[in-house]
């Protein structure tokens, strides 16, 4: 069990240092059942993971298919992993050879509005936003780029409707529990860097639930 020091340093490892922005929950979407989707793969040197993300968080999901499409994510890597807890990575500061800038972000990188009308909830593989801490950044809106993907196989339900949860892993939890469970230093930097590479690819949804058993 964490403690209450433990709970707040995890919880920190989720912030993202940048400008507070002002957040408005949109309503949410029906989920399209027919039509395509995109598949997004993310390849690290501990397997591949792949995602979905969800149509009802739409500002997220714009801006993460942008950021996967245009080679951002490319090089950057997980730079925070805690077992029975979570992965983060994103920040484009994890592309140099200077660990202890991953996580503090680029100077007025911008946020994304909180998208918590939805309801989607921190379980096993869940995909969802870092952010500033709530002192700073009280409308909680997101990181425009750092992400984390949950660990923990009993889920983070704690973190609900703080942080929004955008997309679900549909293959790949084996990579995640491997990529948590590395060697990591004091601060929770992976000893050796996990560098990720990421692409789209779009798919008819029958075919994404057919090859990857996912249910829309």
Known sequence: MFNI????LLLLALLWMAGPA??????????????????????TTQGVIRLILFDDTPLHKANFLQKAKSGFYDGTSFHRVIPNFMIQGG????????PSNDGLGQANEGTIPAEFAAGHQHN?????????????????????????LVQNRSGTHFLDGQYTVFGQTIQGLDVIDKIANLPRNERDHPVADIKMTMKTQKLNRKKIAKLYGYTY
């Open 5 to 8: 020091h433990r709970l707040g």
């Open 22 to 43: 002002f957040a408005t929950d949109k309503p949410a979407k029906p989920t399209k059942r027919k039509g395509r989707d995109e598949v997004v793969t993310i390849t």
């Open 91 to 98: 920040d484009s500061n994890s592309k140099d050879a200077d």
């Open 124 to 148: 096993y593989g869940a995909l969802a936003a870092a952010r500033q801490g709530d002192f700073a950044n009280p409308q909680r809106a997101s990181s425009i780029s750092q992400f984390y």
